[in-house]
């Protein structure tokens, strides 16, 4: 049982990184400081798709699956749910290298807008004072 909560854990923790590493510039508009994880976390995951590297997290999560003696992705919400979404069946290289390369422009869009606010409250508060 607690295993098998652990292995559920991570396979939400998989999710949640890997909306942070596509959608966490968004939060980064809001509150610029966030930057310094996100940019990090953005590199190590383009990283790992165009290099078509496992996440750490992969084999953490089947090892916690392995020890409870589940083989399969069969039971549960968080299983049922959320394999499809972070392992598809119609994953190949080629696509994991086209996402790794969406995720870098996307967020490099963002942060281009971040930067382009940021500068243009500095001109402001300038041109105030």
């Known amino acids: ?9 991570v396979l939400l923790l998989h999710l949640l990184f890997i909306l942070f590493v596509v959608f966490g510039g968004l939060l980064v508009i809001h509150w ?16 790992l798709e165009l290099n078509q590297w496992i ?11 392995r020890k409870a003696g589940n ?12 394999t499809a979404f972070i ?13 790794g390369v969406g995720a870098a422009l996307l967020n490099i869009l963002i942060y281009g807008y971040v ?3 940021f500068r243009l409250a500095r001109l402001s508060s300038k041109r105030n004072h």
């Open 1 to 9: 049982m607690l295993l098998n909560l652990l292995a559920d854990l």
């Open 87 to 99: 392992y598809p069946g119609w994953l190949t290289p080629e696509i994991q290298i086209a996402m």
């Open 115 to 117: 930067l382009s606010r």
């Open 71 to 82: 083989g399969s992705y069969d039971t549960g919400f968080i299983e049922y749910y959320l």
């Open 32 to 47: 610029r400081r966030l930057a310094w994880l996100h940019i990090p976390v953005v590199i190590w995951g383009v990283l």
């Open 55 to 65: 996440c750490p997290l992969t084999p953490l999560e089947n090892y916690f699956r």
